[in-house]
């Protein structure tokens, strides 16, 4: 039963997390207006905003106007439902499933932000921080968090010294400071590690064309892959180091 409710809630915040990809880099108010077609302004029904069924029964259009609807409603939706039961299996308390599926989800907005907009907002990141704290026992995640923040400052002043150009973004440093806090120091750097190898090859075909590429979902996804397998991981540098 609990599985069914956890995906519930995680397709309604995936549902909320629309809005905020969609208004908070517009600086808009996330609870007013209603939501509406962005072409006629037709307020919505209820059962238009239905997660992933409504795009489905409305074939992807505005109820109104038959204005398309961007596939990444559905995207973002699904996305968000997948989080939240992968972290509800993962976990071992329902509290603990809570407390992770919130902050994978507000680090998969700002992922999203970060993609469209090239801009990480405060409003997500230090609310972030915060659920990050309590990702495991609260002193250790918080001097893990200091630990990965202090060291990817000092990082960041070394690159920007020898490559005499500013580094990295302050958003990156704190994203780093959630890793540390959520999986400690020998997970996190793993984590740091596998979100840099999965954006090489990324950076290769898109920085050619001049395209900015921002990091903080390679962060995200390494973050996440590396809490889901994080025994697996453990083991593998054992076997590495041991
Ligand atoms: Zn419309």
Redesign the pocket.
Known sequence: MEIIFFTIIGLAVGSFLNVVILRIPKNQSISFPASH?P??K?KLKFYHNIPIISWILLGGK?A??K?KISLQYPLVEFTTAMIFIITFFKSETLLQAGILSALFSALFALSMIDLKHKAVPDVISFPALFISFFARDFLSSFSDALLFAGGFTLLRMIVSWIIKKEAMGEADIIIAAIIGATLGVNLGLSAIYLGALIAIPAFLIVGKRGFHLPFIPFLTLGLFITWVFDKQILALLDKIYG
Do not use: A, G, I, V
Request: proline share 0%; glycine share 0%; charged share 25%.
């Open positions: 077609c072409k006629c037709s505005c109104y106007c204005e």
